[in-house]
C-alpha cells in the first residue's frame, strides 16, 4: 500500500505564516482612497517585501507537498528531508537578501527573525529579535509576544537559559499569552537546564510546561491522540525532571494525577500511558486519587444491535454503577475477564450494576468471512455457551471505541451513578480485576 506525503506536515508551517501575517500590521490594499493601505509609502513597500520573503520561505514546504499529493508521489522519507533542506536554504537566501536591502528597522527585524529562525541559524534569531524588541516601534503586541517566543526558543536551544529567562518573564508579563507558547517555552528552557544537569531549576520549568499544557487541552479544540500526547508528553517529562532532582515522591503524584486525569477524560489510552509508566517506577498498581478538576461526561455510546438488553443510552443510566467492558470473541484475555464480570453482574445487579459488553461487527468469525446476520447468531450462541447473564451492544463502527480512545483489550470503563467515570482497567490481570471489585462497591455505597 502507498503511502502519500500528509497535509499535517505542513499545516503547523501554515498556521505560523498566517499568523505572522496577521501580526505583521499590513493592511489589505483598499479602494484606492488610503494610500497606506495601498502600500504607496517607502515604508510600507519594504514591511511587504520583508514579509513576501518570509511567507515564500515558510510556504514553500506547503506547495512542494501539494505538488506530491497532486501527483501521486508515493511518500519518501529522503524526498521529505531534502524538501526541508530545500526550505532551510530558500530561508537563508532570503534572510540574506533582506539584510543587503541595508539596515534593518522595525518590522523588517521581525521577518529577519522568523527566516532565521526556519534557516536554522539561532543566533541571527535570537539577534535580529532582540533589535526588534528594542525597535518595535508600531509593530502589534501580538508581534512582539510572538517576538519572544521566538526569542526564548532559539535561546534556549543555545543555552543561553539566563537570556531565556529574561525574555519569557517580558513574555509573562505582557499581553496576550496562550498556554501553547507557554508550554513549548517553558519545555525548551526545562531541557536546557537538563542538559547542564541542573535539574533543580529545570523542574519549575517542567512544572510550569504540564500546568500549561493542562490549559491548552482545556481550551483547544483537539481530538483525543492529540490531547493525549500533549499531556502525557507534558507529565512525563515533568515526572523524570522530579525523578532526577531526587523528589521522587512528587514525581509519583504527577503520575497518579495523569491517571486520575485520564479517567475523567475517559481516556483508556492516556490511562495506560500513565499506569505503565507508574509500574515502570517499582510502584503497586491501585486506584489513582481523584482530581477536583478532571471529571467530565463519558462520550455516549454507539450500538446498532443489542442483545438480550433493550435499547439504552448512558444519559438513561443516571443513578445506576454501569460497566462497559470493550471486548472481542477472538481475544483470548477478553474471554478470561468473562466469567468475572458474569459475577459481578449476577451479585450486584439488585444493588444498582448495569454491566455492558461492547463489541464491533467485523464480518469474520474464526477467520470465516460472514455476514452481519451470520455474526450476530454467532454472538448469541456464544453468549449462550458461556452464560452470560449481561447485555451486549455491537456497533457497526469504531466511534464508541475512540471516544474512549480504547488501544487494547478487554478494557472496562466504570461510570458512577452521577455519570463520571471513576476507573478504568486496561488488561486481564487479577490485581486490576481486585481494584475493580473494590471500586464497584465504593460506587454501589455512594
Not at 532532582?245 to 475517559?266: N, P, T, Y
Amino acid at each position: 500500500m502507498k503511502r502519500f506525503f500528509p497535509f499535517a506536515a505542513f499545516v503547523v508551517l501554515l498556521v505560523l505564516c498566517v499568523s505572522a501575517q496577521a501580526q505583521s500590521g499590513v493592511k489589505p490594499k483598499g479602494d484606492g482612497n488610503d494610500a497606506r493601505a495601498n502600500g504607496s509609502s517607502a515604508d510600507e513597500a519594504k514591511k511587504s517585501a520583508a514579509l513576501a520573503l518570509y511567507e515564500e520561505a515558510a510556504l514553500y514546504t506547503q506547495r512542494r507537498f501539494d505538488e506530491f499529493r497532486k501527483n501521486d508521489t508515493p511518500y519518501d522519507k529522503q524526498l521529505e528531508q531534502k524538501t526541508f533542506q530545500e526550505q532551510k536554504d530558500l530561508a537563508l537566501r532570503n534572510v540574506t537578501q533582506l539584510v543587503a536591502q541595508g539596515p534593518l528597522h522595525g518590522t523588517d527585524l521581525y521577518y529577519a527573525g522568523l527566516l532565521y529562525a526556519l534557516a536554522g541559524k539561532g543566533e541571527g534569531a535570537l539577534d535580529s529579535m532582540r533589535r526588534f524588541l528594542s525597535d518595535s516601534g508600531e509593530a502589534t503586541v501580538e508581534m512582539k509576544q510572538r517576538a519572544r517566543v521566538v526569542s526564548v526558543q532559539q535561546a534556549a536551544r543555545l543555552g543561553l537559559t539566563e537570556d531565556g529567562e529574561r525574555l519569557l518573564a517580558a513574555y509573562t508579563q505582557s499581553e496576550p499569552r496562550l498556554p501553547g507558547e507557554t508550554r513549548s517555552m517553558n519545555l525548551l528552557l526545562a531541557d536546557a537546564y537538563a542538559k547542564k544537569r541542573d535539574f533543580a531549576r529545570a523542574t519549575p520549568r517542567a512544572r510550569d510546561s504540564y500546568n500549561a499544557a493542562l490549559q491548552l487541552v482545556a481550551v483547544s479544540k483537539m481530538d483525543a491522540q492529540q490531547r493525549d500526547s500533549t499531556l502525557y508528553g507534558s507529565g512525563m517529562y515533568l515526572a523524570s525532571m522530579l525523578l532526577k532532582a531526587g523528589r521522587r515522591a512528587e514525581a509519583i503524584q504527577v503520575i497518579q494525577e495523569m491517571r486520575a486525569r485520564a479517567i475523567g477524560l475517559s481516556s483508556a489510552r492516556l490511562y495506560r500511558q500513565a499506569t505503565e509508566l507508574l509500574l515502570g517506577q517499582g510502584e503497586r498498581l491501585d486506584a489513582p486519587p481523584e482530581v477536583a478538576d478532571a471529571a467530565s461526561a463519558p462520550p455516549e455510546i454507539k450500538v446498532s444491535e443489542w442483545i438480550d438488553q433493550q435499547p439504552v443510552r448512558l444519559a438513561d443510566l443516571r443513578g445506576k454503577v454501569v460497566l462497559l467492558d470493550f471486548w472481542a470473541t477472538w481475544c483470548g484475555p477478553c474471554r478470561y475477564t468473562i466469567p468475572k464480570l458474569n459475577s459481578l453482574h449476577k451479585k450486584y445487579k439488585d444493588r444498582g450494576l448495569v454491566v455492558i459488553g461492547l463489541t464491533e461487527f467485523e464480518g469474520n468469525v474464526e477467520g470465516r468471512d460472514v455476514t452481519r446476520t451470520q455474526e450476530m447468531e454467532y454472538l448469541r450462541q456464544f453468549k449462550r455457551q458461556k452464560s452470560i447473564a449481561y447485555g451486549f451492544g455491537v456497533s457497526a463502527d469504531k466511534d464508541t471505541a475512540r471516544g474512549y480512545s480504547i488501544t487494547s483489550l478487554p478494557t472496562a470503563v466504570l461510570i458512577d451513578r452521577r455519570g463520571r467515570v471513576r476507573f478504568l482497567t486496561i488488561s486481564a490481570d487479577d490485581g486490576e480485576a481486585e481494584i475493580l471489585t473494590k471500586m464497584i462497591q465504593k460506587l454501589l455505597d455512594e
